[in-house]
């Protein structure tokens, strides 16, 4: 999709609000309250202060090390010192408040902070889904850019494609700050979640909290934004949203995936045709609702599944942890094996036709590359990202090849459910 598409998208995304998406606002109920809560927040922002300085120390001596390093190297190992040096900052944004360090990393995307991949991909994990060719099968999530604010920037440190949204078709309240808990040990999170030709661009579509018809919610975003989309989300999975996966059961799946699937249909297209459509589903399901799911799927031809989004259970490995307690969706390793499961069941079911996203839980290549063994066509990492950094990017992809060599594949897509064969 060319660089201009995603400067439009971020426009039009813009435009069907009368406020940006997603933007939150606190006020004092009186005079005397704020007046109450001043000391506390000059500490807050004297330590911002501080924090702020060190990561501008940070970000200082890599540039300027990085000057000097440039003058001696080609370009492809300075692009891999330069990756490697953004490791020296994660310990610097650990220390922020994680919502902070969020809007950092997310304004750095968008300003060109970021290092720029130069080095082209291994061929062997080159594939092409839905007759668009992806350079390789690693995304980023939705959830990250939730208003295509850093689009290019986070396509150009490497990934394959990067998902934005959700996009809900008007602005919303997040849940009460704070909203997103690390858990340090298990490198997971809770996210109790606050909504708001370069590359292949998806975009996830939500419904707003307190509308009684989903499938128009749902029907306007494609209106709104299916033109600068390289494929489509239905996301009926967000534990954040209250009764929103209500619409995974058979029946109201089935009608709501029809009336979106029309109102695609009924747009105009070009040569290359509508943007494919997915549906984003919970891993908290039993075995008759994937059955259901999958019957939905491949009655109606859908373009694919994404397989998982965050889930509400809180397993041993973290349950005595107190941020545990919180509301949200619970993300990272502790999801990896709930969420392979769930897309081992769904590859059966489907019988392979239809591709599959793997997300939930991915930190490595090895992990990437056993999603895709148990069905995955593609894979998308989130939290793993926002632990390690940029750095995490190529280390993947590289670990990725060397396991389809190690194994004798040539390709992705001979990988994809080669447990099954």
Partial sequence: MAACSYRNLVRHVSSLHSTPLHRFSHFSSSASSASAELPRSFNKRRLLLIQGRWLTGAAIGIVVAGGTYVCTVDEATFCEWLFSATKLVNPFFALLDPEVAHRLGLSAAAHGWFPREKRPDPSSIGLEVWGRKFSNPLGLAAGFDKNAEAVEGLLGLG???????????????????????????????????????????????????????????????????????????????????????????????????????????????????????????????????????????????????????????????????PVAAETGGLSGKPLFHLSTNILKEMYILTKGKIPLIGCGGISSGEEAYKKIRSGATLVQLYTAFAYAGPALIPQIKADLAECLERDGFKSILEAVGADFR
Avoid: C
């Avoid at 809900?168 to 009460?176: E, F, K, S």
């Avoid at 989903?214 to 209250?242: E, F, K, M, R, W």
């Fill in 159 to 321: 990934f394959g494609f990067v998902e934005v949204g959700s996009v809900t078709p008007l602005p919303q309240d997040g849940n009460p700050k704070p909203r997103i808990f690390r858990l340090q040990e298990e490198g997971d999170e809770v996210k109790n979640d606050v909504k708001s030709g370069l590359g292949i661009l998806g975009v996830n579509l939500g419904k707003n909290k307190t509308s009684e018809d989903a499938a128009a919610d749902y029907v306007q975003g494609v209106h709104s934004l299916s033109q600068y989309a390289d494929y489509l989300v239905i996301n009926v999975s967000s534990p954040n949203t209250p009764g929103l996966r209500t619409l995974q059961g058979r029946k109201q799946l089935q009608d709501l995936v029809g009336k979106v699937q029309a109102a695609r249909d009924e747009m105009k297209w070009g040569e290359a045709g509508p943007p494919p459509l997915l549906v984003k589903i919970a891993p908290d399901l039993s075995k008759d609702d994937l059955e259901d799911i999958a019957a939905v799927a491949l009655d109606l031809h859908l373009d694919g599944l994404i397989i998982s989004n965050t889930t509400i259970s809180r397993p041993d490995s973290v349950s005595r942890n």
